[in-house]
């Protein structure tokens, strides 16, 4: 038992607190024991984030189809605020520009719209959680629910099924993410999902995966052993990662450790 108990009692987790907690544990520190607010952005959170938006807009009817890409070029600058490298910025917003350009909506007449940005709340032995749920539907003739995450990421498989080696850490994490919130639904609505299935936007491609119970149940039991860990850690070790330390987290520009790596 840890002095950071009392703090810890009142966290509701989610699954980036853990994920953030397993990449960094000096991040999560600061971020929920000394309360430290994010303080610094970057291009691929403010570009991916902004798809995110305007997708969550597409699925409930906020805006119109037709009028999506109009909305993604004369936005764009007032969303999308951070830099990254010239070429990658360009590319990224032509591949936006060109997935919405070829978004096609006519299979979701098949299905009921179960929640969009869907909120969901729950407690495993204990521990709360929050969580938001890209797109949720629902087979208006089988029933079956499928669970949809917006990725701004590549693919995770290859052909065969397997992971790709570059994305074996981002599928695996992501699946846990997903087996994490069929535990909500299956509360809400009494069944699992049959399949979980990523949309990476960008490339315009999907990865779909069946459901499988003992992966989900493997999933409940990460998620509580990583919280125990959480508890009894007292060192928060910073984990240093250049990707993570220069470019993606929050902390990057303050951190300590970054700063006496210089
Ligand atoms: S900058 Fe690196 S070491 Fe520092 S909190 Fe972030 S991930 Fe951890």
């Keep these: 038992m840890t002095s950071y108990k009392e703090i810890l009692d ?11 907690y ?63 490298k010239q070429s990658t910025m360009d590319k990224k917003y032509e591949q ?21 940005e869907k909120e969901v709340h729950f407690e495993l032995q204990g521990y709360k959680f929050i969580g938001f749920i890209d797109l949720l539907l629902q087979n208006k003739i089988n029933g079956e629910i499928i669970l949809i995450d917006h990725k701004s990421s590549d693919h995770f498989l290859k052909k065969d099924g397997k992971p790709l080696k570059n994305q074996l850490s981002n599928f695996e994490a992501y699946s846990k993410q997903m087996y994490l919130y069929s535990y909500p639904i299956y509360q809400e609505y009494g069944k699992y999902p049959s399949c979980i299935v990523w949309n990476h936007f960008y490339e315009q491609t999907i990865t779909n995966i069946p459901f499988v119970k003992e992966n989900y149940d493997k999933t409940l039991n990460w998620a509580v052993d990583i919280i125990h860990k959480i508890y009894q850690d007292e060192e928060f070790a910073a984990h240093l990662d250049y990707m993570m330390c220069h470019v993606l987290c929050g902390y990057r520009n303050s951190c300590e450790y970054v700063k006496g790596e210089e």
């Design 96 to 116: 936006g520009a060109d997935y919405l350009a070829a978004l096609d909506l006519s299979e979701l007449d098949n299905y009921e719209i179960l929640g969009v």
């Design 10 to 20: 009142k966290i509701t987790f989610s699954f980036s607190t853990l994920h953030q």
């Design 22 to 84: 397993e990449q960094c544990p000096y991040a999560f520190y600061n971020r929920k024991i000394d309360g430290t607010e994010l303080n610094e952005g970057n291009f691929y959170s403010d570009a991916g984030g902004y798809m995110h938006d305007i997708q969550a807009q597409i699925f409930s009817n906020q805006l119109n189809l037709d009028d999506a890409l109009d909305y993604y070029i004369e936005n764009y600058d007032n969303n999308v605020c951070y830099t990254a």
